[in-house]
């Protein structure tokens, strides 16, 4: 894909990634919230997370085409790094557990995740939006241009760093407030939680596994090509 045509896709997918992280800070409840939606606002949701996330790394993304196409490419190769790095580590795999593990999860029982007096509060659009749209996204991406992905070993560790932030995050809400940011997590018993935590970290470290597969499988040896023609720069 020519740089300048990713330039525009880049910019056109943070100035969206924006306006649905505005969006939901934009959506009111009828009803007064509870302590536990009041603690930290919209930044305990994984949901929201990811679409800051999402906006920071194609931000990053079109900054780094915007560098090639002036002919920086010095500071390219140092952006671009970064922008390997954040896809590879977080954007995809993040967004792939986000869509996948909410989608089973309201199939399952929709209550536990998203109960349906929200559906009053949260467009469809915006929902699918934030749940569905994100998974097409990721995907395009990695067809869109090849990212070169960390070694194994500190893809995970980096993966597994932040993953255990989060759910640091979770935990001490609920030492707050009293009360799960998602309803399912009163069903479990501390050990089932702390099986649950050890599940959603194997799928969303399946997930890494996923990209990085797909990545290897679409593009193969051009990534070892671009490194070596970034190196002669």
């Known amino acids: 894909m020519e740089i300048s045509t990713l330039a525009t896709y880049h910019c056109l997918a943070f100035v969206w990634y924006f306006f649905i992280a505005y969006s939901t800070t934009q959506v009111k409840a009828e009803e007064p919230p509870s302590e536990v939606f009041l603690y930290g606002g919209q930044w305990k949701y994984l949901t929201v997370l990811n679409l800051v996330l999402q906006a920071v790394f194609y931000g990053v993304s079109f900054l780094a085409d915007v560098l090639r196409l002036i002919k920086k490419l010095r500071c390219a190769k140092c952006v671009i790094s970064s922008r390997d790095l954040l896809f590879s580590v977080l954007a995809f795999p993040v967004s792939t557990f986000v869509s996948i593990s909410f989608w089973t999860l309201y199939t399952y029982n929709r209550e536990l995740v998203y109960?349906?007096?929200?559906?009053?509060?949260?467009?469809?659009?915006?929902?699918?939006?934030?749940?569905?749209?994100?998974?097409?996204?990721?995907?395009?991406?990695?067809?869109?241009?090849?990212?070169?992905?960390?070694?194994?070993?500190?893809?995970?560790?980096?993966?597994?760093?932040?993953?255990?932030?989060?759910?640091?995050?979770?935990?001490?809400?609920?030492?707050?407030?009293?009360?799960?940011?998602?309803?399912?997590?009163?069903?479990?018993?501390?050990?089932?939680?702390?099986?649950?935590?050890?599940?959603?970290?194997?799928?969303?470290?399946?997930?890494?596994?996923?990209?990085?597969?797909?990545?290897?499988?679409?593009?193969?040896?051009?990534?070892?090509?671009?490194?070596?023609?970034?190196k002669g720069k």
């Open 115 to 230: 109960p349906k007096s929200l559906d009053g509060v949260i467009p469809l659009w915006l929902n699918h939006a934030m749940h569905t749209a994100v998974f097409p996204f990721a995907l395009l991406e990695i067809l869109a241009l090849p990212h070169r992905y960390p070694a194994k070993k500190k893809g995970l560790v980096l993966l597994g760093f932040v993953a255990f932030l989060y759910i640091s995050w979770v935990l001490w809400i609920y030492s707050v407030t009293g009360e799960w940011v998602y309803p399912l997590f009163a069903l479990f018993s501390p050990s089932g939680l702390a099986a649950f935590f050890a599940s959603s970290l194997a799928i969303i470290i399946s997930c890494y596994n996923f990209g990085e597969f797909l990545n290897r499988m679409i593009w193969g040896d051009s990534i070892v090509i671009m490194d070596h023609k970034w």
